[in-house]
């Protein structure tokens, strides 16, 4: 592409110089005025900076081929004013936005063949018009020709036409002269005679009558009266007025010779006209022919008179209203103060000044619940009409969802089975045997920390399982779980009895109203009391068939698997009472499990359909977010096309992480989906900023009443939704009385450095849930000072944030990092099976200390180390930047790209001024 100055492109681009002047100076390329040269290299340094800055113009992702410039042009109007009145001056602003689209080199080279088949095609059209022009020429001169000849023909004809005529009139002419001369001469004559015979009667008559005939006789011819012609003699005006015809014609003859060889002259020159295209152009052609007067026809003579002027008054007319106006004003569940004075027509400061007057402190962007709104409505003298949000959100479901088919055939569907009970009663550990895997060994702490999903294939059909946790903090989970399920199975371990989670549990199966089983775990240990259990059990009212009641108990071991299949039978018998069904061709309906934010992967939640079927490429809505299903995952990792009623897997393509418990809606109408999204996350927005008033609302008044409470500032990152949820409640719930506990944040994902940096502003602890920070928020929490504290169990958390909170000393355990090593390949030993090969990139990695194996910064295992080695010699220690081998104990998924990470426990004491400054 050629060179081209500043003021071409700011033309091409559609914006001022100036503007782009100082858009180059922030590019760093050097133009200083208008005629500078523009560089292909300059507009691409100006794109990328465009592209990667803060400038007005929007650039969308590299991807995307469209760029978006606005310019924006300030004038300044003055209007005249009325009565008087000085003129104002009126600012005018003028935006404007062009897009430009990113040219792709095949797209150009398609874009030059088609321009060379148009040019070739239109070079072709204007060689035929130039021989059809040729051809219409030749036929115009020939035409002229001809009718030149005639002209001349018809002159000369007319020439003799004329002569001949003027020979005729001189003809005429000398007859008539030789006429008058003879009448002369005989009224002469006649004259003669009568004067010779008045002489004679002269004599006779007195002289006075005698003078009188003479003076009578003497006479002139013209002296007599008009209406006497036939006495007069002829006048001479004839031969004047055939000369003055003659040469009348003689001048009209040369002007119309002129004027035919004027036109003969401009017809040679002027190109032929072109053959009218159609028969509408040869009718137009021929009215122009025949009109005499071009551009006279149809036009009148104006009148002389001025057209009416009409005066309009321009006094204002507005009467002031006799009564007040009463409006409806619409109340929502939430409103800002300066919309419900909108809505009744006031001015926000008068409703601030009749709030402060009822007691309530309140600002122009501060949000008012539904009775609050109500309240200051009727003391403004209008009528309420309160309005729910849920009544327009079910509106936008049924429009994004469609109507619902009844002739739907619904088809029989596997049980949906919740796992619950109190903490280490072998919940996971009979799930585990149920499913042939090793699900608990790679829990931390041997507890379930976050809810699981899975589907069993037994001989007598499919069962799901779902596998809630038992800590107290995991109430919230265990409730979803009961939700969601179809027949819940009571774990109670015989060895332990019923404890405070079991009883939780059967308030959740209750409130759910779903049927229960009872599994009696740990019955092969010799401490194991089943009876103890039923005992128990029974007086929270769960009585067991043999006792007359309707809970089936099944006596079970997850190490022998004594109990399982009797386990497996009642789960189905119950199914099959409860005549589970749902419709199969129909939009998925289904529960958020769980959701996680991964790297690499994005947002990712685990998915249980309920109704219909989820497919990949559905678009879907999962609480307030909102988007297309790009891939299906079932349990063991493997990709599927699409699931049925009563199976999980996890879902990618959401927008965000949903919140556990959310309702999962595949839609039709992509358009109201976006709107059902944007409802739920104002309503997310407002509930936010009501409950920021309250808490500070709630500071303000304690540091008034108490003068002032040490505060306490977390920041929670975990791998999971179910498992921040949790510990953000746990914390926020932890019996306080000389310091305020405030969860800043509370997101999934790895430590990143905006999270150091909220932390560092807010003076806030973070927490690391199964979540590590990378290189650059460990660097950014080194230097702003900020406590990062990781943790794999819930136990660690709570007792810390106990001991933090209430400000007991003592000893508490720390995990202090001691090396981590990065796995750059994977060998297979026949001894210890699969060994990684791994550099240590930080401190040093030690035998006989426990480890983690990280993947994305997320904990996948935690363990020990089965052998460290070094060019094929046991070693007890590999220190950074060395090169060494590590075989993990009972794990053998370690993948290249993994850290193990090395840590050890050690107990540090206490002090006050940590506690505080934490």
Not at 163 to 177: D, L, M, V, Y
Not at 894 to 899: A, L, Y
């Amino acid at each position: 592409m050629a060179e081209m100055t500043v003021q071409d492109l700011a033309k091409e681009v559609g914006i001022a110089v100036d503007a782009l002047l100082t858009k180059l100076a922030d590019a760093g390329i050097d133009a200083t005025s208008a005629d500078a040269k523009i560089s292909d290299e300059d507009k691409l340094t100006l794109i990328r900076h465009l592209r990667g800055g803060t400038s007005s113009v929007k650039l969308s992702a590299p991807s995307d081929k469209r760029i978006s410039v606005p310019s924006r042009k300030r004038s300044q109007l003055k209007v005249s004013g009325q009565r008087g009145s000085p003129a104002r001056t009126v600012n005018v602003e003028v935006r404007k936005r062009r897009t430009f689209v990113r040219r792709d080199p095949a797209a150009e080279e398609q874009a030059r063949e088609q321009e060379a088949a148009k040019l070739a095609e239109e070079k072709a059209r204007l060689e035929a018009e130039e021989a059809a022009k040729q051809a219409a020429e030749a036929k115009a001169a020939a035409e002229a020709e001809a009718e030149a000849e005639a002209k001349a023909k018809a002159e000369a004809e007319a020439a003799a036409a004329v002569e001949a005529e003027r020979k005729a009139a001189e003809e005429a002419e000398k007859q008539q002269a030789e006429a008058e001369a003879a009448k002369a001469k005989a009224e002469e004559e006649a004259a003669k005679k009568a004067a010779a015979e008045a002489e004679a009667k002269q004599a006779e008559a007195p002289k006075v009558e005698a003078k009188d005939e003479a003076k009578e006789a003497e006479k002139p011819a013209d002296s007599k009266p008009a209406d006497k012609p036939e006495d007069a003699p002829a006048e001479p005006a004839g031969p004047k007025r055939r000369v003055i015809a003659d040469e009348l014609a003689r001048g009209e003859l040369e002007a119309a010779r002129r004027r035919a060889a004027e036109n003969l002259r401009r017809a040679s020159k002027a190109p032929p006209p072109a053959p009218p295209r159609n028969k509408a152009e040869e009718e137009q052609r021929r009215r122009e022919e025949l009109h005499v007067a071009k551009g006279k026809a149809g036009r009148r003579r104006k009148s002389g008179r001025s057209p009416s002027r009409v005066r309009v008054k321009t006094e204002h007319g507005f009467a002031k209203p006799t009564a007040p106006v009463v409006r409806e004003v619409a109340v929502p569940e939430a409103i800002t103060v300066g919309e419900l004075a909108q809505r009744m027509a006031v001015k926000a400061t008068d409703l601030i000044r009749d709030m402060m007057k009822m007691g309530e402190m309140a600002t122009i962007n501060q949000v008012l619940d539904q009775d609050t709104a109500t309240l200051l409505v009727e003391e403004m003298g209008h009528s309420v009409k309160r309005v729910s949000e849920a009544d327009r959100e079910e509106s936008l479901i049924q429009g994004a969802v469609g109507e619902s088919d009844d002739s739907i055939t619904k088809q029989p569907r596997p049980p949906v089975v919740t796992i619950m009970g109190h903490v280490d009663h072998g919940k996971t550990s009979l799930l585990d045997y149920i499913r042939k895997s090793r699900v608990a060994s790679g829990e931390a702490g041997g507890i379930t920390q976050h809810i699981g999903a899975y589907h069993v294939e037994t001989p007598n059909g499919i069962v799901t399982f779902l596998d809630t946790p038992g800590h107290a903090a995991f109430t919230k989970m265990r409730a979803r779980g009961a939700s969601s399920t179809d027949v819940v199975v009571l774990v109670v371990a015989a060895d332990d009895g019923v404890m405070p989670q079991t009883k939780e549990a059967i308030d959740h199966g209750r409130a759910a109203g779903v049927p229960m089983v009872v599994a009696v775990t740990k019955c092969d240990k010799p401490e194991a009391d089943p009876e103890r259990v039923r005992n128990e059990l029974s007086q929270e009212q769960v009585i067991p068939e043999e006792w007359g009641g309707e809970y089936q108990f099944i006596n079970v071991s997850a190490h022998s698997g004594e109990g399982v299949d009797a386990l497996l039978e009642a789960i189905l018998l119950q199914a099959e009472v409860l005549e589970l069904s749902a419709p199969v061709d129909a939009p998925a309906k289904g529960v958020v499990v769980e959701s996680s934010l991964e790297k690499g992967r994005g947002p990712v939640a685990t998915v249980l359909v309920k109704e219909g079927t989820l497919s990949k490429g559905d678009v879907i809505i999962a609480g307030a977010n909102f988007g297309r299903v790009r891939a299906l995952f079932d349990e063991s990792g493997s990709q599927v096309d699409s699931i049925g009623p009563s199976m999980p897997a996890e879902v990618l393509g959401l927008s965000g992480t949903p919140e556990a418990g959310d309702e999962v809606l595949a839609v039709a109408d992509e358009k109201k989906a976006r709107e059902l999204v944007e409802l739920r996350e104002a309503k997310q927005r407002e509930k936010r900023q009501m409950d920021l008033a309250k808490d500070r609302r709630n500071a303000m008044m304690a540091s008034l009443s108490e003068g002032g409470l040490k505060q306490l500032a977390i920041m929670i990152k975990g791998d999971v939704q179910g498992s921040v949820e949790a510990l953000a409640d746990a914390i926020a719930n932890i019996p306080t009385e000389e310091v305020s506990v405030k969860v800043v944040s509370s997101n999934v994902g790895g430590i990143s450095e905006s999270d150091i940096d909220l932390a560092a502003a807010s003076n806030a602890l973070v927490i690391g849930f199964n979540v590590r920070a990378d290189g650059k928020a460990r660097k950014a929490a080194q230097e702003a000072g900020v406590d990062v504290r990781y943790y794999s169990v819930i136990y660690d958390v709570m007792d810390d944030m106990r001991d933090a909170v209430s400000g007991l000393l003592g000893t508490e355990t720390k995990e202090q990092i001691v090396g981590t090593a990065e796995v750059r390949d994977v060998f297979q030993a026949t001894k210890w099976g699969k060994v990684a090969g791994c550099l240590v990139v930080e401190g040093q990695v030690r035998r006989g200390l426990p480890i983690r194996v990280l993947r994305d910064n997320v904990v996948i295992y935690e363990g020990e180390l089965e052998s460290l080695r070094r060019h094929k010699d046991d070693v007890q220690k590999v220190d950074a930047g060395t090169e060494c081998g590590i075989a993990v104990k009972n794990y053998n998924d370690v993948r290249p790209g993994d850290n193990i990470e090395v840590f050890e426990r050690i107990e540090v004491q206490r002090k006050v001024a940590e506690t505080a400054e934490a």
